[in-house]
């Protein structure tokens, strides 16, 4: 079974410009998350869809940004216009509907730097 | 605020050793416990810890959580270089929600 993945791995981009990740769950997970670490710090939850609904999006730090999941298959998390404070590892995770829901699967994150 | 704190934040043992990663936590409306080891890229599932006072194992990794005092512990013992990574706890609120994560453990370990 083919895990979470994430696209691309490392962006490089100026300050001012735009950029979008994105994120295949797992397939069948409708729980699809989005986390962020920021150097030093904690990885911080961003948004939560559900399917294509966002559930939470309680973490998402300004209105630059922006994340669909259209469809409630992959998901997209745009940036824009990025700032150098947005600089970080973008994960997405996945996780079941049911008993096991907790257990959320992690993708290798996409490494943002602004310059 | 909710909050996951892990302690020793870095630490290098020598292989053979036995090293107890902590964490505590503080998480409204706790569920459950997880952690997770990241060495290059993705975070991978180790355990997810829901019970009080039970043990879980995996090979040489085994955890247990204690709800009353807030705290879970990972345990390696007879550590491999390739036990090396950054070991992430993380705290579980009721359903599906989203995780508290701490800064994580870095653990080196030196042949």
């Known amino acids: 079974e083919a895990g979470v993945t994430q696209f691309p791995s490392h962006s490089v981009i100026e300050k001012g410009q735009t950029v979008t990740l994105r994120c295949d769950p797992i397939?069948?997970?409708?729980?699809l998350y989005w986390y962020r670490r920021v150097m030093g710090k904690e990885i911080k939850f961003l948004l939560h869809?559900?399917?294509?609904?966002?559930?939470?999006e309680s973490g998402m730090p300004n209105n630059r940004f922006l994340a669909e999941r259209t469809g409630g298959t992959y998901s997209t998390l745009k940036v824009q216009p990025a700032e150098l404070e947005d600089s970080g590892v973008y994960f997405c995770?996945?996780?079941?509907?049911?008993?096991?829901?907790?257990?959320?699967?992690f993708g290798p994150g996409t490494r943002l730097t602004v310059l | 605020e909710d909050k996951v704190v892990q302690s020793p934040l870095s630490l290098v043992v020598h292989e053979g050793d036995t090293v107890t990663l902590n964490c505590s936590y503080e998480?409204?409306?706790?569920?459950?416990l997880l952690w997770y080891k990241q060495e290059k890229k993705a975070p991978t599932f180790l355990f997810m810890l829901?019970?009080?006072?039970i043990e879980k194992k995996s090979g040489r990794l085994s955890s247990i959580l204690d709800k009353k005092e807030l705290f879970s512990i990972l345990n390696i013992t007879a550590t491999q270089t390739g036990d090396s990574a950054v070991y992430l706890c993380?705290?579980?609120?009721?359903?599906?929600?989203?995780?508290?994560f701490g800064k994580g453990t870095r653990l080196s370990v030196i042949a």
């Open positions: 995770a996945s996780s079941q509907e049911g008993g096991a829901a907790d257990t959320q699967y």
């Open positions: 829901t019970s009080s006072g």
């Open positions: 993380a705290g579980g609120v009721s359903g599906n929600t989203p995780l508290v």
């Open positions: 397939s069948g997970h409708d729980n």
């Open positions: 869809f559900v399917k294509e609904s966002k559930q939470d």
């Open positions: 998480v409204t409306n706790f569920r459950s």
